[in-house]
């Protein structure tokens, strides 16, 4: 296959200064894409900050001949969200591909949780997701086109420990790329999520000694695919971890149709209401919200033909 090249193409990454966001930005920018490498440079709570990380990914694109600039402002305001695309619009003109990638953590119990905490995990994952979405969107649906790609996370479908905040922000931004993907279809624009595990230093304090190679190399592929021109999916959640990449669904059960219910009824017929043997997928684009509906409205009308 020819290389999936993003020549002319402008992308913006943000927390693309360590980690995973740095792996993006030199793949995207090694294939031929002007590079907005945006990075507080903060700790890992997302406190304090440093223009250094994203300068220093920004030089390194430049000194193997890309284009790139950096950028310091924080995702978590609604003027971070303006000045990052700001700069994308004064230094290329344009924006091609958002990847929203900047992320912090602060671990604490849900009986102990503070709410300062609590908001300033959402404020970089989810309202930084919509502070960025919300300044490139009407940028690319008025070019016609755009690759928006969010970052959730395994805490984010499935929950875990001390993390609230984070599984919290973190199934939020599902719900943010489905509107955009629904919004921006008609536009060229398409907007999908990556689960990304690797190894960066938001595994600190874990034992990852006995993990299988998990590098952030691993994961920005999946990254690539879904922000290049050739992406043929919207709406969708990928999966990237340790060299696994696979596509994660919100799936339903058939269910069953009663014309009434009472609680007992739901306790007869739990077993059925959650046999999962025949999963019923209803794609977000185009249109996964009419789907689900009429899905169900065609049971009680089934019934009803029958009644
Ligand atoms: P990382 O800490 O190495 O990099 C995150 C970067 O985001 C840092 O450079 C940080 O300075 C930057 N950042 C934080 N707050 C910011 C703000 N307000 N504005 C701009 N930049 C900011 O972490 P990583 O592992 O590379 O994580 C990248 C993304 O992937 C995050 O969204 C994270 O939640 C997600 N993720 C990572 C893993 C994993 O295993 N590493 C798993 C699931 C999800």
């Known amino acids: 296959m020819a290389e999936l090249r993003f020549d002319g193409r402008v992308a913006v990454v943000t927390g693309g200064g360590r980690g995973l966001g740095r792996s993006y930005a030199l793949m995207l920018a090694a294939r ?11 700790s890992l709570t997302g406190d304090g900050a440093d223009a250094g990380p994203a300068q220093q990914v920004a030089d390194e694109i430049v000194a193997a001949g890309g284009d790139a600039v950096a950028n310091a402002d924080s995702v978590a305001t609604a003027d971070g969200g303006e000045a990052i695309v700001a700069a994308a619009l004064a230094a290329y003109g344009r924006v091609d591909v958002l990847v929203h990638n900047a992320g912090n953590v602060r671990r604490g119990s849900l009986r102990e949780m503070s709410y300062e905490d ?13 502070h960025l979405v919300r300044q490139v969107f009407p940028v690319m649906c008025d070019n016609g086109y755009g690759r928006i ?4 996370s395994i805490g984010g479908l499935y929950g875990n420990h001390d993390v609230a905040n984070y599984a919290v922000a973190k199934a939020g931004v599902i719900g943010l790329s489905n ?4 919004e921006g279809a008609d536009h ?4 999908n999520v990556i689960v990304p595990a690797a190894v960066t230093r938001m595994a600190e304090g874990i034992d990852t000694s006995a993990y299988p190679p998990m590098g952030p190399e691993l994961v920005a592929p999946a990254v690539g695919w879904l922000a290049h021109e050739s992406c043929s999916v919207t709406g969708e959640i990928f999966i990237a971890l340790a060299g696994r990449m696979a596509r994660a669904v ?3 059960t058939p269910g069953v149709y009663r014309p009434s219910w009472t609680v007992e009824d739901v306790a007869g017929q739990i077993d059925a209401i959650r046999d999962f043997s025949e999963p019923v997928v209803f794609p977000v684009v185009p249109d996964g919200h009419n789907e689900h509906i009429r899905y169900s409205f065609a049971m009680a009308a089934q019934r009803a033909a029958h009644a």
């Open 188 to 191: 060229g624009v398409t907007s």
């Open 32 to 42: 031929g894409a002007k590079v907005v490498v945006n990075d507080v440079g903060g």
């Open 250 to 252: 919100i799936a339903e």
């Open 118 to 130: 609590f908001d300033a995990v959402v404020d970089v994952h989810q309202r930084g997701a919509f």
């Open 179 to 182: 509107v955009a993907a629904v």
């Open 149 to 152: 790609v969010l970052t959730s």
